[in-house]
């Protein structure tokens, strides 16, 4: 077939729907320490935010985006691990092993996050469910390969 490539498609980012795009950018720009897209900044205080009332994306170190947040007008919390909301994905976030599971997990409680399941002391999988601050859930777990 003409014109057809062997190339796949690249997976530019993860999206997460949210009812406060400029909260939940935020949340993640400081729990992973990524940048705004070019425009995507906060404006200066008292001034308006329309970028962030719709889409927001995250760059890496490198520039690449990571991550990105979609205001939607509502948006059921999900009710995991059981109830009628399931969680549709999650992210895995790999820390260096137990004590920075500590301090992650606390960073996260500091910057609106939450706890849904600490399983630290877990000696086959240390891990730390958590919810951002739209309820979306992740997990961070202690990966001492990082170091």
């Known amino acids: 077939m003409r014109g057809v490539s062997d190339a ?32 995507d900044e906060p404006p200066d205080v008292g001034e308006p935010d329309p970028r962030g009332s719709s889409w927001l994306v995250l760059n890496d170190a490198d520039g690449q985006p990571r991550l990105a947040v979609q205001q939607v007008e509502t948006l059921p919390r999900v009710t995991w691990p059981s109830g009628p909301v399931p ?40 891990l730390v469910v958590c919810a951002d601050p739209a309820g979306h859930p992740f997990c961070l777990i202690a990966l001492p390969h990082l170091c």
């Not at 498609?9 to 320490?33: C, H, K, N, Q």
């Open 8 to 39: 796949l498609p690249r997976l530019v980012a993860t999206v997460l729907d949210t009812t406060d795009a400029r909260g939940l950018a935020e949340f993640y720009r400081a729990l992973l320490g990524f940048v705004y897209a070019q425009g």
């Open 87 to 126: 969680q549709q994905l999650h992210l895995d976030l790999g820390v260096r092993g137990r004590d920075e599971l500590d301090v992650q997990r606390d960073r996260v409680v500091r910057l609106g996050g939450s706890v849904l399941e600490d399983r630290s002391d877990d000696p086959m999988e240390s």
